[in-house]
């Protein structure tokens, strides 16, 4: 068997995993299409607003990274419906009616204030893994469906103002996921530990 032969052999079974990886995702995503409910749109003028530099924002912008949007039961549970599952380039944006995570070349995505019930950082989520306190993950519901969605922020000091910032968007007398008021720090999910990737 020639190297030319080789060489084609690999490409066609490197073309067959993606192929699998990719139907994999395709079947996730019509799956949760039928039992997970539609997602906030972010809304239009504070979308511009944040764009042109005129919103009124609770803490300054924290560029960073959208790793993924997960449910409650797994931090590897990805979401795939829509493009919720794309990881991107954002700038995160807290104001009085939610958070907004500007994604570069991805739908913007929307997290009203009355859906919060809980800030944190995790070691990671699915789609990015730093080990630590690399990650902050917002939890959030809609229509009884519990989230977690991650954010890696480039300057990782962003973390000890969002965390609390966040929490304080929950609405008086909120629950958390067990259900009760949430008071003091919580008790975060299980964190994934991984050995920390480098440039991640």
């Not at 067959?16 to 003028?45: E, H, I, T």
């Not at 794309?86 to 991805?106: I, K, P, Q, W, Y």
């Not at 917002?138 to 969605?149: I, L, M, N």
Request: hydrophobic share 45%.
């Amino acid at each position: 068997m020639n190297r030319l032969t080789l060489t084609l052999l690999f490409l066609a079974g490197l073309a067959l995993l993606v192929l699998l990886m990719w139907w994999g995702y395709r079947n996730r995503a019509r799956r949760q299409a039928k039992v997970l409910p539609p997602f906030p749109d972010a809304p239009a003028a504070l979308l511009a607003a944040v764009r042109d530099g005129s919103a009124v924002t609770l803490l300054p912008p924290s560029t960073g990274v959208y790793a993924s949007t997960v449910t409650a039961a797994s931090w590897q549970d990805r979401v795939a419906v829509g493009d919720l599952g794309f990881r991107a380039d954002a700038t995160a944006h807290l104001v009085t009616d939610g958070l907004l995570l500007d994604r570069v070349g991805a739908t913007p995505v929307w997290i009203p204030a009355a859906s919060v019930r809980e800030a944190r950082t995790e070691a990671g989520i699915a789609g990015k893994v730093m080990g630590g306190d690399g990650v902050l993950v917002v939890r959030w519901a809609v229509d009884g469906h519990e989230f977690d969605t991650g954010f890696r922020a480039d300057d990782k000091d962003d973390y000890d103002l969002w965390v609390p910032a966040v929490r304080a968007l929950r609405p008086t007398g909120s629950a958390d996921s067990n259900g009760s008021t949430p008071t003091g720090t919580p008790v975060s999910a299980p964190a994934p530990t991984p050995e920390v990737r480098d440039g991640e």
